[in-house]
């Protein structure tokens, strides 16, 4: 007796429901991936604008900012923020970045616009929004809701810059193009629109075979918007490496910035407190004449001062960090083989500095020190002996 094949033949009720199922399964697919697309699109927002308002915040001056006014734009302080801005506009594709003045009835309004085409006017209003506000407070903050203005329609992020003694002296702000974003939308909820309607074509006419093939074509779909998603993601990324690059080198000497320097603090002192550094050296440095350059040379020569003090500090010190932490102030921490060497190489730098005295070229005082794990609990109390000793060479130094 032979075998009984039972083949099952689907009818046209069976055929409705699974692509019904099919359709069903596409709108929650769509749905799902609007969604993910927004919130994707929006943290991608968040985090460049954050990224670029925290490092042009920690780059301005708040002393500087507090004593600009409308009639301050040809002073030394407005040249500088403006020309910093502005290089964050070029290298960085923003569409607006700005300085915000607070006034004192908590208002708020432009103090640098470093926008060509169309600047802002010294103390125009800017409407105020829970970023502004969070931002004044001390705390970097971005707007959910698009706001509307002359200048079209932006989401905006706004960091607060501090002044010396800490307190917020005045607020940068990015805007990003909301019209973008909304275009990004749009385009997925085409691709959405466009798969359902593949799939009550399904449903009028087409049988299960030529529905695998269109479950094909709309991987490849969602693959093709995968990729461009990653390539957009990268570019992002690259263009925030260079605002890091910016944020963590000195633009006139072309160091390690007082950014790096604080981070390399904070890695030594948790190396310190875990036990996993247990010998480094600290060398401090001043130029000494920078103001007398200044005061009677001008600021640009008092600049090529500061370049060739940093040029003799770097060629002695050619393996170790060194970080431009003021106007005229370095700092060298030796670690590994520079370490090991540092009583050779303070000896020839201080016989380099002893001849450039007597022959009346750049001056450089410097004090080093080294941790001792006997009575040392962090980086600040090594730097406090190696500034002390550079004071006291600086002394020595005007009696030659």
């Not at 069903?24 to 799902?32: Q, T």
């Not at 093939?213 to 093709?224: A, D, F, H, P, T």
Request: with cysteine; net charge negative; aromatic share 8%.
């Amino acid at each position: 007796m032979g075998k009984r094949v039972i083949r099952f033949k689907p009818n046209m009720r069976s055929l409705m429901i699974a692509l019904v199922l099919m359709l069903i399964i596409h709108i929650i697919m769509g749905v799902m991936l609007i969604t993910m697309s927004k919130n994707a699109i929006r943290e991608q927002i968040d985090a460049r604008m954050l990224d670029a308002v925290n490092t042009a915040a920690f780059q301005l001056s708040g002393d500087e900012l507090k004593r600009i006014t409308g009639d301050d734009k040809e002073s030394e302080e407005y040249v500088n923020a403006l020309s910093l801005l502005r290089s964050f506009q070029q290298n960085i594709k923003l569409d607006y970045i700005y300085a915000v003045k607070i006034n004192d009835d908590g208002t708020f309004a432009f103090l640098i616009d470093p926008d060509i085409e169309d600047p802002a006017d010294y103390g125009e209003k800017i409407e105020t929004t829970e970023a502004l506000i969070k931002a004044s407070k001390g705390t970097p903050a971005v707007d959910k809701v698009a706001v509307t203005d002359e200048w079209g329609r932006f989401y905006s992020a706004y960091a607060p810059v501090l002044d010396s003694d800490g307190n917020v002296a005045a607020l940068v702000g990015v805007d990003f193009d909301a019209d973008w974003y909304d275009g990004e939308l749009n385009s997925h909820k085409a691709v959405v629109v466009i798969l359902s309607m593949i799939a009550l074509t399904i449903i009028i006419g087409i049988t299960f075979i030529s529905h695998t093939s269109v479950l094909e074509g709309e991987k490849n779909e969602y693959r093709k918007k995968l990729e461009e998603t990653l390539l957009r993601e990268l570019e992002q990324k690259q263009e925030l490496g260079s605002a890091r690059r910016l944020a963590y080198t000195d633009p006139l000497t072309g160091v390690k910035s007082k950014r790096a320097y604080l981070e390399a603090i904070e890695r030594i002192d948790k190396g310190v407190s875990d036990g996993s550094i247990d010998e480094f050296g600290v060398i401090v440095f001043d130029l000494n004449g920078l103001k007398t350059v200044n005061d009677t040379l001008g600021h640009e020569e008092g600049d090529r001062y500061i370049k060739e003090g940093s040029a003799i500090i770097c060629g002695t010190f050619c393996h170790s960090p060194v970080f431009r932490i003021g106007g005229d102030e370095f700092v060298v921490i030796l670690e590994g083989t520079d370490y090991l060497k540092r009583d050779i190489l303070i000896a020839e730098f201080e016989e380099l500095i002893e001849e450039n005295q007597r022959s009346g070229k750049v001056v450089v005082s410097s004090g080093m020190d080294e941790f001792d794990l006997s009575c040392d609990t962090s980086f600040s109390s090594v730097f406090e002996r190696a500034d002390k000793k550079m004071y006291e060479r600086k002394c020595y130094l005007k009696t030659l």
